[in-house]
């Protein structure tokens, strides 16, 4: 009874490009198994499939094979066509004749978890997602084991079949932003997605401006923080990175450390991040500015060391900013793209020989690299790498215009920003809020990073709902409500 | 359609990027005025001398000077552009020094002028110097690398810390404009190869009057009461110190005092006749007494605050005769009157002629609050 | 009658915003240098002319209130139409509105005044009108929150330069403030009068109180953005006397800004180079705020584009910004502005409220007719 076995070999030449590389395994004259063999788990394989298929006497009807096959996962089929997406992701087809069923024996290369590569706590838990998506499931529920905790799936893509997982705990997250973020991956179906990155880029709410909407993290308390306070994770299979929406401004300066550390800490920590936003931002402009249009404002004190030391720097001050800036961006770049061994030792020798040789043949001034040192110290401070590079892409306009118009430009460019961020939106919420809207409910106390109410008197407690009541900024609340 | 519109702003906001430009001073083009001196020449022209800053790591010398003779400050700045490399600008301007000829003539033009520019701050300092501006700022001083933010450090620290009351434009502007005060600038003087603030130039209006001196400016400035000013030197008379002096020595006693806190109170006692009352009470440290001097006992600390009040009352009454004699209300009785008469209508004259017949009587009341750390 | 535009709730914002909302529209160009001419009239007792002005804008702010209130929480547009029916009411709104637009103008070339004044003198006009008049067209397209928002970020800037104001006072000398009331009361009340310009901007509150979710707090929070804006003037007065001697305040054309200009801190001095371009931020959420009452309007009365209106609005003020030329044109549209300024500041809110309670009375009185 070979033919039924010619038949399947045929149909699934037709199938598959290369049918060589399925495997076949007849089991005997009327049941095969077919799986691409560097995909399957090959135990699984022989002991729960071959075997009890070996010692089958009689499958008559899809039952039989639930009973027989000892795989977690069987599925019965239509035709040959649904199975071959399954096989392609390590599933075995078991045939006969008259019924057909899949088995998930997969065991596609996966990545162990380790620790966070990006984002680094000093105190805080390692654990980082990976590149399966099993895995980071598997991970989020183990930290939040809750059954309001949902998971659903979507799967798009033409040629990558990606699978898709959004998360959220359904009695804290928005409903209409769960349907605004399946509406518009499902309006995608025909594009492929090689990460969550790229996902997060077609999914937002306004592609055209450089400020992310939404996180992206490899932090496995980052994200169950989030799910916490009502946010939706969206995970993609093959990607380390997991998105978080809908995100506020002020979120891309927390770290998951400031609670960690206490509430006097945290608030300190984040208070600097804000001064190192500013610091980033306005330094170098700040810089061009006075000494191209406002020398009035140069203390008599700092006035001399200042003449001296741009005597000699033949560029006026605009050039000569954008001239380091470009350089520290080189410097950053080439310093990510080097291979390890040699990154660390061009790093510091770059950085220490160009800003001394610079300054020694009058190219810059040394006031100016010390500057741009700080600014760009300012933005490595924030957390999240992506809003770190989109403050560095914000200095260049604002040095520009600072040189072009002075501080009249510096805060030109600071409103255009400012409008700019309050018009955004993060999957329909508002993106940023100068005030935040007085918050009735009370959510966890975490998000106030404010001391436990424990013993304290009842002048403490009216304190504190008076200071509660003016939200003036939400470095102190990850509330999204309007 | 849309991205024609998109073009079309692309070449608008790219030309108003072009067009729109301003003018820059970038910092190192510049030469930067520090300090400024007017000669009054004859005809009404000045002799104008500008100490820009020229720091350069080689040279000693921060600065250079460079004078020129015109008609306005304005047009002196013209001419003196001329001159150097840099164009020179007045935003830095921190000393701006009139020479006698100019203050007997009067200032107000050259003041009125220098306010009139938005980009010369508030805060300069205005002085007087005892001879020609141009000699104190050109010439070589060995010491000092850069005179002009010299005399505005030296003119500055002694405002903060010693007898010179504050004399910015501001000062000297509110001042003149006021109805019932004048102004106050100090006289800068060139000894050997130093500079000194060698006394306080008093104003009538904006003509210069008359001068006092280092003891009486401190008092000036007590009276005022703006700013805190410290040690002085009195010096009183043996024999009423009598029973408490420990070793017997000829001439008088001098005491060194600090002021820590004082408290100045001018009340008009009575319009006519015009009389005010000054009530002073002064919390004194004493830093040095020239003799032994028994401090134990508690009539011997008050025979020496009394003897202190007596003595600083007395030069007190000297130089507000001295004033009055200038016509020069440096302290500002007329403010006390202005603001203590309804509908008093006063004007700059009628306070003029009423400010010489004034009756002014002093009172200083003197706390020694210790003598240091020995008695 | 109740408007069917009346806003979703989305659009609209708690009480509380009032307090941020208003002073932004206030407190524009007008506290530069408002000092002299209340000086002017007054004297050293000028700070009793800006009291009493404050306390008749608390009046009035009460009277508004009540006038919405009684008019079924309209906003201005409607109550026009219900007490003076559809063609006279959209006439007066018609006249608010060109009202609104020429006080933009003001706003606007004064500003660009200032700055060209003390910072720039040879900024073109043209440019840095158009840079004001993009970044309010920028924000208008956004909606009532971008207003909203940063006329919050314009609160923290007026209150942080008015600390500032702490450095002038070593050179204060507070005798002359004294005697006190030592003027007549009409030139208190002259000087009151001078005020206006500088206070008015609070009539925005006809068009906001509809988008209050918690109206009956509102009266509360708008007198108290009306107390935090007297108060500030009245600082900013009481030092500039003290500041200024009395023949220099008149001749001082920018009080506020020769305060600021005797600051010197060890890092930084003169402020004033700081603090006039970040009073952008002040200005822009004003300006803002007057273009979303006009495009209101327009879209009520006579159904325009909302996108289109405000490029048109834009494109008016620029042109208009740029004909005047000199001080002298830009005072005399500032005293121009400022007589309107009392009208429909001060004795139009008065006349509205009186016509409200009038046609209550009657409708009353024609309803007990009736039955």
Known sequence: MTDFLDTLRDQIALRFQDHTKVHIRAVSSNTAVCYLPELVDTNLLSNFILTPLQQAKWIANAEDFMRILAVGEVKPLESLNDAIPLMMKGWAYVATPHIGVVANVANLPKRQISAPENETTIHGPMLAFSESIETCTALLRSSIPDRSLRNEDLHFGNKRHTLIRLMFMSDRVEENCVNVVRQRIERLQNNDVTGSAELLHMIQDNDGSIFPQMLLTERVDLASHSLLEGKIIILVDGSQLAIIGPAEFTDFFLSTEDRYMGWGIGTFLRCLRVLALFISVYLTPAYVAALTFHYEIIPSSLLVSLIESRSKVPFPPLFETLILEITMELLREAGARLPTKVGQTMGIVGGIVIGQAAVQAGFTSNILIMLVALAALGSFATPNYFMSSTLRLVRYPMVILAGLWGSIGIVFMSLLVVIHLIRQTSLGQPYFYAIHPKDQSNTLSQDMLMPEPKGLTSTGHSIRKFIKSFRLSSLWTGDIDN | MKSMWKIAVLIIISLCLLVGCVGTSVLEKLGLSVAVGFDGLPNNKLNVTSVILNPTTESAKKSKVISTIANSSKGARIKINSMISHSSVSGQIRVVIFDDQLGKAGVSDVVENLTRDPFLGDSIYLAMSNGSAHELLSHNYPQIPDIGTHLYEMIQQHIEDDWVPSCTVQDYRSAMYSIGSDAVLPILMKKDDRVEISGLVLFRDDRAVGTIGQSEGYLLKLLRGKKKEYLQEIGIDRHELEPHLVSQKGGKVRVVISNIGSKVRIRLTSMKPLQFHVRVHMDVELQEITDRYDFSKNEAKKLIEKKIGEELQKETDQLIQKLQRMNSDAIGFGNVYRSSVRNAHLTRDKWGEKYQKAKIQTQFHVNLIRTGTIE | ?371
């Open chain 3, 1 to 371: 009658m109740t408007n069917p535009e009346h806003t979703p709730a989305k659009y609209q914002f708690k009480a509380y915003m009032l307090l941020f909302l208003i002073p932004s529209v206030q407190i524009g160009v007008g506290i530069f240098g408002f000092q002299r001419y209340i000086y002017k009239e007054s004297g050293h007792d000028a700070w009793m002319s800006v009291i009493l002005a404050g306390i008749v804008t608390h009046i009035v702010m009460w009277m508004m209130i009540t006038t919405m209130k009684k008019n079924n929480d309209d906003d201005l547009y409607d109550i026009h139409r219900t007490l003076f029916g559809k063609w006279i009411g959209n006439a007066l709104s018609v006249v608010i509105m060109l009202y609104f637009i020429t006080n933009m103008t003001a706003i606007v070339r004064t500003y660009i005044e200032a700055v060209q004044s003390w910072i720039f003198p040879d900024f073109p006009t043209w440019l840095l009108g158009l840079i004001l008049v993009v970044l309010m067209m920028y924000g208008s397209l956004g909606g009532i929150r971008v207003v909203l928002q940063l006329s919050f970020i314009s609160f923290i800037v007026i209150a942080a330069t008015t600390i500032l104001f702490y450095y002038p006072l070593q050179y204060a000398d507070w005798r002359r403030l004294l005697p006190v009331y030592d003027t007549t009361v009409q030139h208190l009340v002259a000087g009151a009068m001078k005020m206006s310009f500088t206070i008015a901007g609070f009539e925005v509150i006809f068009f906001l109180y509809t988008l209050v979710k918690d109206k009956d707090k509102a009266l509360r929070y708008a007198q108290g953005s009306i107390l935090f804006s007297n108060l500030l003037y009245l600082i900013i007065m009481v030092i500039s006397i003290a500041y200024f001697s009395e023949n220099q305040m008149p001749k001082t054309i920018w009080g506020s800004i020769n305060l600021l200009k005797i600051i010197k801190y060890p890092f930084l001095e003169r402020i004033e180079f700081i603090a006039i371009p970040f009073w952008m931020f002040v200005v822009v959420p004003g300006m803002m705020m007057l273009a979303w009452i006009l495009v209101r309007g327009t879209t009520r009365i006579f159904k325009w584009n909302q996108k289109l209106t405000i490029y048109g609005i834009a494109a008016v003020v620029l042109i208009a910004s740029t004909c005047f030329q000199n001080r002298m044109q830009i005072d005399l549209l500032n005293s121009y502005i400022g007589q309107y300024s009392v009208v429909v500041s001060y004795y139009y809110p008065c006349l509205l409220f009186i016509m409200t309670y009038v046609r209550q009375w009657w409708k009353d009185h024609k309803g007990s007719k009736e039955s």
